[in-house]
């Protein structure tokens, strides 16, 4: 049953789809039992990569990239930011360090065979944009306080 004084619109008015308020309570305060979401937490992905576990699903070492990738584009961005260096030769840099370091990482250092994972153009690509910009960020911030 529609109850018009109590929906929301989260579309223009002429789309249908509404969401209606009092359904949201009832949902939210309905007595059935919730089932519980098991979350990995970041010490067991840690102890994982201390370890060197070759037991990794492909959403796990997607994680654990994405963590490797924004740690070294900080460092990245304010080691660059604290010398003062500008140009294009050190973005190009800068991306080099990143595809190798991960690249080691999941290669060298935990010998995993990429064909399992989604191949070289997956891992590689994984969330890179988030860490490139995370570096730019970082090294424009760091230098433009230091240096400007």
């Not at 929906?7 to 002429?14: D, F, G, I, T, Y």
């Not at 789309?15 to 059935?32: G, Q, R």
């Not at 930011?81 to 080099?96: D, K, R």
């Amino acid at each position: 049953s529609r109850r018009g004084r109590f929906s929301l619109s989260v579309c223009p008015p002429c789309c249908l789809c509404t969401v209606e308020i009092a359904d949201i309570l009832l949902a939210t305060m309905s007595s059935e039992p919730k089932t519980k979401v098991s979350k990995a937490y970041p010490t067991a992905a840690w102890q994982k990569v201390l370890a060197r576990s070759s037991d990794w699903e492909t959403n796990e070492l997607l994680d654990a990239i994405y963590w490797l990738r924004q740690v070294v584009s900080f460092l990245c961005g304010l080691i660059f930011g604290l010398i003062p260096v500008v140009g294009t030769q050190y973005l190009f840099g800068y991306i080099a360090i990143n595809i190798i370091s991960t690249f080691v990482f999941y290669r060298l250092y935990l010998r995993l065979d990429h064909e399992d994972h989604g191949g070289h153009a997956l891992l590689q690509v994984e969330s890179f944009p988030p860490s490139a910009a995370c570096f730019l960020m970082l090294w424009i911030v760091t230098y433009s306080v230091l240096h400007a």
